[in-house]
């Protein structure tokens, strides 16, 4: 239990937090990963609902996933980190906030390479920004395949509002292609940020 401040009343209470999220010991966290309702805290005092920031060491063994949410960035203990690196099979991902988090469980599920997500979104944010200048810096995120051709359902803040859009699975084989060709852009060993500013050190 930490102590943690409401955003509307500012009254300070104690919440539960989870220094690891084993979804192989208890499966039911998955989904409420998934759905952000493990990291969300109802103020007993005037019902208000918030955010709990804090870190965690996200794991799903059967799948050979691991991220660790480090809120703000900063790096994992240095002793962990290694002994970590040496899992055979694993993807290892550092992420500063929840909704990185939640992105890259569901591109995992999906049976997707989060790399060559990156460079979709890249992809994706060019078109969009020739439409509209002001989604340059989209933040997308990946919600779920859909349909029989397995379109990728996006998401992302513009104007104060939440769009969602659909990008065809052509740009993923498209980028999963051109990283194919191009070894050099893959993430460092260990605990790796795999985000829009690491894609884009590679392409402008």
Known sequence: ??????????????????????????????????DGSLFVWEC??????????????????????????????????AQVADAVRELEGYSLRLVREVGELVEKVNIH?????????????WVTRQELSGRNPEAADAALKFLRLEGADNELVMAFPLNGQM???????????DARGILSRNPSVRPA????????D?????FR
């Open 163 to 173: 769009q969602v859009l659909n990008v065809g699975f052509n740009v993923y084989e």
């Open 44 to 77: 007993p005092y005037c019902g208000q609902r918030n955010l709990a920031v804090y870190q965690t060491l996200y794991h799903d063994p059967e799948s050979k996933l691991m991220v660790w949410l480090l809120p703000g960035g900063g790096e994992p203990p």
């Open 198 to 202: 690491w894609i884009g050190q590679f």
């Open 189 to 196: 060993e260990g605990f790796a940020r795999v985000d829009k």
């Open 109 to 121: 599920d999906a049976g997707l390479d989060d790399c060559v997500m990156e460079m979709v979104k």
């Open 1 to 34: 239990m930490v102590p943690a401040s409401c955003k509307n009343c500012r009254r300070t209470t104690e919440i539960e937090v989870r220094e690891s999220i084993n979804v192989a010991l208890d499966p039911s966290l998955k989904a409420r990963v998934k």
